[in-house]
């Protein structure tokens, strides 16, 4: 239903930036288009969850915190969130993996943000600190 979240994260960590184990993390961003709810949407998602309980990201799935999908009217996102921005090494094997994983094409550049950068942003960008 439009405006809902869905998560999945480890125990004992909250969806939200300022859980410890987050807050010097970020997250790989997915945004859907409109149309994509019909097509893509529930196969990323799923595919995102079993990325997730199977622990596909090999060494670094220990830097995975959890992962949520915002339903709004004006397009979906999905985020895979990780709990340190600066390690650049396991970042960018997860946002590979992930893109990977989801089937997207070459072409398409998914980003990666650091929360501290989303909690202070002004207006609705925030800079990709690594993309993929």
């Not at 125990?11 to 409109?34: F, S, V």
């Amino acid at each position: 239903t439009s405006g809902c979240d869905y998560s999945l994260f480890k125990d004992g960590i909250e969806p939200m930036w300022e859980d410890n184990r987050n807050k010097r993390g970020g997250r790989w961003l997915i945004t859907l288009a409109k149309q994509q709810r019909h097509t893509e949407l529930d196969r990323f998602w799923l595919e995102t969850l079993l990325c997730l309980i199977g622990e596909t990201f090999g060494p670094y799935s220990e830097d995975i915190c959890g992962a949520v999908i915002n339903i709004r009217a004006k397009g979906d996102k999905i985020a895979v969130w990780t709990r340190e921005a600066e390690n650049r090494d396991g970042v960018t094997h997860i946002g590979r993996v992930y893109k990977e994983r989801l089937g997207l094409s070459h072409k398409v550049v998914i980003g990666y943000q650091a929360h501290a950068d989303t909690a202070t942003k002004s207006g609705s960008l925030t800079k990709n600190k690594f993309v993929v």
